[in-house]
């Protein structure tokens, strides 16, 4: 990694690009520390132990903590995105047909997630501080009129709209993975954070006889954290290779290749996508905090939608299992796919090339789906188990899921790097 930056830096047009990124990160790390006008973002420290705030922090790059006019981050937008996604499953006529227009369609598909995300960032923002502002005990809106709260939804949805279009940015002139870079970043600089947590916790906070405990404790957390690095790294990047043989072919050129498939072909944006999806309908029912709050249906809605419950967790990890499997069809469309080795001249030895290519592609997908789908539940379920298990820090229980996507997304831009790198020698040797 290291020496791929070293080289990346080397050439112009690549540097260029990531001191682009870095900029627009940057920007959106100084938008975190802005809060919204009207808001005393001190009163959120009275809810920092709500396990649905630690989620929205996760997505929002900490900007949440702070109340700041990026504090719903891109959440809207990836649930936005999500919901399009799925009304294109022959469910709108309209947009199952945008889909197959290629760019064209593909930029009315956007603009219909950017209305929506309007739409869902307007809701979602007024329910958060409406919702907050009733459970926090000083208050967390100095002046709680229709008026203030609807100037803060149209302040937090306009971020929103600016961090998402500052992913597209990043994806466009940048080094690509746009959205995940924003997520990545904040992440990250939440990191000195809750190391600074677990020290206070298990080494300044505590009696000196309870010194050997915290030490053998942190060790067996970094030793955790490590194993589950190496294995995420090595499954992130594990491929099943599918041969592949050409019936006409340029003489000299070989006449086999390989089709190669990811065993996690949808990446981390599973857990990207459980996380805000489990973090919406919270979101909104902390609006209703205040009217329900004691009643059966409400604590039963809140447990349903908390991660640090049974139910909580169970849910979240039915829905990154459930994403992984309707993201690799997403990622690798074995129709678009079976019908691209057709036209291409090419085959898989003993399937039959068109339908036949298609199902077979669809059935290993399937299985590869499977392993990929227990091991993103199980990294991302696993701390949340011990977190309640042995009361551990928040940060602990959020820990496999900031790991998924930390790892994933550096995994994704490394590859970017790459390809940047490749097709400057591609272009350097047409030129000579």
């Known amino acids: 990694m290291l020496k791929l930056l070293k080289d990346a830096f080397k050439v112009k047009d690549i540097r260029s690009k990531i001191f682009f990124t870095v900029f627009i990160l940057f920007i959106f790390r100084l938008g975190a520390h802005i809060t919204v006008p009207g808001v005393n973002a001190r009163g959120l420290q009275e809810l920092s132990g709500l396990p649905f705030l630690n989620m929205l922090n996760i997505v929002s790059g900490s900007a949440m903590q702070n109340f700041s006019i990026f504090a719903m981050g891109v959440s809207p937008y990836i649930t936005a995105s999500i919901i399009i996604q799925l009304l294109q499953m022959d469910i709108v006529p309209k947009f199952v047909e945008w889909s197959k227009q290629g760019e064209v369609g593909r930029k009315k598909l956007n603009q219909a997630t950017r209305y929506l995300t309007i739409v869902l960032g307007i809701a979602q923002s007024f329910a958060l501080t409406y919702g907050f502002n009733s459970l926090s005990g000083i208050g967390i809106v100095k002046n709680p009129t229709p008026s203030t709260y609807v100037m803060i939804s149209i302040i937090l949805t306009a971020g929103t709209l600016f961090v998402t279009w500052m992913g597209e940015q990043i994806t466009e002139k940048g080094i690509g993975n746009g959205v995940s870079m924003i997520i990545f970043a904040g992440i990250i600089s939440g990191v000195p954070g809750s190391v600074k947590e677990i020290i206070e916790d298990y080494f300044i906070n505590i009696p000196s006889s309870d010194l050997v405990n915290s030490i053998i404790f942190v060790v067996i957390l970094i ?13 992130q990047q594990a491929e099943r290779k599918i ?26 944006i599973p857990v990207i996508f459980a996380s805000s999806l489990i973090s919406t309908p919270n979101a909104i029912l902390q609006g209703f905090a205040s009217s329900y709050s004691g009643e059966g249906w409400y604590e039963v809605m809140t447990q349903i939608f908390d991660y640090n419950t049974i139910p909580g967790a169970t849910i979240y990890t039915v829905l990154i299992v459930a994403f992984t499997f309707f993201y690799a069809f997403v990622q690798v469309n074995p129709e678009k796919l079976a019908e691209n080795l057709q036209k291409q001249g090419s085959y898989i030895p003993s399937v039959r090339p068109g339908k036949g290519t298609e199902d077979y592609v669809s059935g290993l997908l399937m299985r590869l789906s499977v392993v990929g789908s227990i091991f ?5 379920l696993l701390p949340i188990i011990a977190q309640m298990l042995w009361n551990l820090p928040q940060s602990i229980g959020l820990g496999g899921t900031s ?14 790097l790459e390809g940047l790198m490749l097709k400057r020698q591609y272009v350097g040797f047409i030129n000579k």
Request: aromatic share 6%; net charge positive; no cysteine.
């Open 223 to 235: 030793i955790a954290i490590l194993i589950i690095v190496t294995v995420v790294t090595f499954v």
């Open 403 to 416: 790991l998924l996507i930390i790892i994933g997304v550096a995994l994704e831009t490394a590859k970017q």
């Open 243 to 268: 041969p592949i043989q050409y019936t006409k072919r340029v003489s000299g050129a070989p006449t086999s290749s390989y089709l190669p498939l990811k065993v996690n072909a949808a990446g981390v």
């Open 376 to 380: 993103l539940g199980t990294i991302a």
